[in-house]
């Protein structure tokens, strides 16, 4: 076990610092044991890739990044086995080499396992990435390990817990046959795409769409599954299209000073980054996930049920497109499907979600960003979700009013971790713990 003395925890894109005393790097479930039982206080990290301030924040702090071995295979079963702290793409590239695949990814391949789970990461057109679990093990506040299996209730508590409940050690993934998917990508109307999303569910294996603020349209991008030897028409679109990311935040830059640029700048990046088609093939990891950013960005993330998603739309929409505030949104919101599970902080508990993504490209002034203030007023009032390892303001009460497991889930929290080491100051907050502190203090 390696050891580090006071240094400073910083945030991929520099938005959140915290100092730490001592910083812990582990390889084996026995260590992770010990760090845990022999902290009072602590917080694990992942690829410190969330905005929302729930992985550092306290003295003691431990890098999971090494803790990053495959286990093993069950080749009868398909499932892989792997350490809580591996890189998502390292597991893609070792299942996609025996033939397997998860069928539903987020667009980043630089997570943590540990982090994505604990934070409900997902894609499209299917579950979160914790629904592909089949067990896993959790190390507890007092250090001692539990195994959990999927059919287990406690496992719809865990799967989505914001590292609240312990920590992931080992976990065991159901993957399917890897399949070819092909890709069709083409700029359309809000009036076209949006009536057409619930037919498009059903016809197509693979939907997202790229809405554009301010230019009254969407790229949408359906994915089929084919043959992997059937021709199709490859079309990568123009060689430019790979500098869009650049050209927006050159086009960006002093969007925070002058927030109507956006609207200007996201009409130039529609007509030159996404009004052409484009088709290609490939497997669902090689075909649609990003893999390499030139620079960061900070996110917010909002769900709703799919049958709100159009009154949702409509009000986001008249409100960016109002002139007078300053809820100006870069390019693009991202728009993606989720199917319904049981998992207790799930965006997708008992009912089929529609997730919007909510960009700011220049992550230093994203405080600035009136934007994402406006998307969670009009989620929030309609019974949204936030995604948990994004920026949000939303707290416990407003918490208990959307997740009907909130308050089963705040009493399995204080039962693990009774102590409260795992809490870090936003994480109390989260759970208003303090005020909890607070009233058992009155009643002795
Ligand atoms: C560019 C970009 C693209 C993204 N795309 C998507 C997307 O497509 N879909 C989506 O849903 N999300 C997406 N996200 C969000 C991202 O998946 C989450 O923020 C994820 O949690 C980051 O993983 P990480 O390894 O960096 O974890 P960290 O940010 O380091 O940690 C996140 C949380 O996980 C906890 N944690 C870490 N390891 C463990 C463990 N072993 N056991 C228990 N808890 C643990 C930490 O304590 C912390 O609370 C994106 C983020 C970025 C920056």
Redesign the pocket.
Known sequence: MKQKENGVWV???ENLKHNYKSLFKITTENELQDVIANNDKI??????????D???GTNALLD??T?NKIVSYNYNDKTITVQ??V??GDLLEAIEKVGWCIPC????N??????????????TSGK??SEYITSCR?VLADGSVKEIKSSDELMNAVKV????L????EITFKCETEYTLHVKERPENDKEWLPKIKDRLKQHDFLRVLWLPHTSKGYVITGDKIDKDKEINVNNGPKYLKHRRTASKILYKYSHKFPWITAIANNILAKAFFSSKKEHKGSLYQATV?KS?GS??E?A?WTIGLDKFPQVFKELKEEVNKWDNKSFIHIPM?V?FVQKDNAWLSYAYKEDIV?M?CVSRNAATADTYEAFKSVERIFLKHGGRP????RFAAKDAQLSKIYPKWEDFKELRRELDPTNK?LNPY?SKLVNEKKLANVKKSIA
């Open positions: 945030s991929w894109n917080r694990f990290f992942g690829n410190k890739q969330s905005s929302a729930i992985a550092a999971m990044k803790y809580s702290g890189i998502l990814l987020p667009d980043i630089t997570v943590t396992v540990g982090g994505a789970l604990a934070t409900g990461t997902h894609g979160l990435l959790l817990s914001l590292g609240m312990g920590v992931l050690s990003t950013r960061t960005l996110l993330e991202d993606r997730t993504g995604h948990w390892g994004k795992f994480l």
